[in-house]
């Protein structure tokens, strides 16, 4: 595991760290939670070549990082948080994944350009203080004809869609109380599908695809080959 420190840091949510990002972690380990996160990994990565690179921005406590390196991909990832490194690194070694965990800042990322085939980013780019800084990282180190995928939050969640979310995590009462508190909290910084559209169109990527389900919105954005 590597971890690279990045001088400058651009993020306006909570703080993950030390007891908070434990927590997390420990709410996002629920069997229902890892069994979703293996199908995610096999959605996300089902058009890659075997030797295809993915970048996750964001990676928490790098569950979805743990299920693409199984399926054999050369995986990374970027966050901003120390004890989330930390974190990942540990989840990979117990599953015995090789993955370069790196602790930096999606606006000024530490990877060459044209790097990687795929770049994910959940639950976290309406957190990012300079959302048009990160596009333009992700485009910067995506390969001519790669994608990315950001999934998270959508400002068009109602609150009968945070709790069927919530109510399908098997979280314990006060876990369940807690999350939902904090989904309603997070709801009033995420983008709304138009909003987001706009800010693609000012992007290097200048055009993406959205789709939404439930409490969230899925962005694929591609770098057409030149």
Known sequence: MQATA???????GPE???VVARWYARIRNSGSQLEAYRKQARDLTGGLGPKAT??????GPGYLAVEMARLGFRVSGLDISRSFVQIAGENAQKAGMNIDFHQGDAAVMPFDANSFDLVVCQAAFKNFAYPGSALSEIHRVLRAGGTAVIQDMSSDASHSD???EVKGMGLGPVSSFTT???LEMLKRRAYSPALFERLA??????TCAITTEGIGLEVRLEKPVA
Do not use: C, D, Y
């Open 6 to 12: 990045v001088s400058r840091w651009r993020f306006k």
């Open 16 to 18: 993950m760290e030390g």
């Open 54 to 59: 993915v970048l996750e921005v964001a990676f």
């Open 162 to 164: 945070i709790e069927h």
């Open 180 to 182: 939902k508190a904090t």
């Open 201 to 206: 169109s000012e992007s290097p990527f200048q």
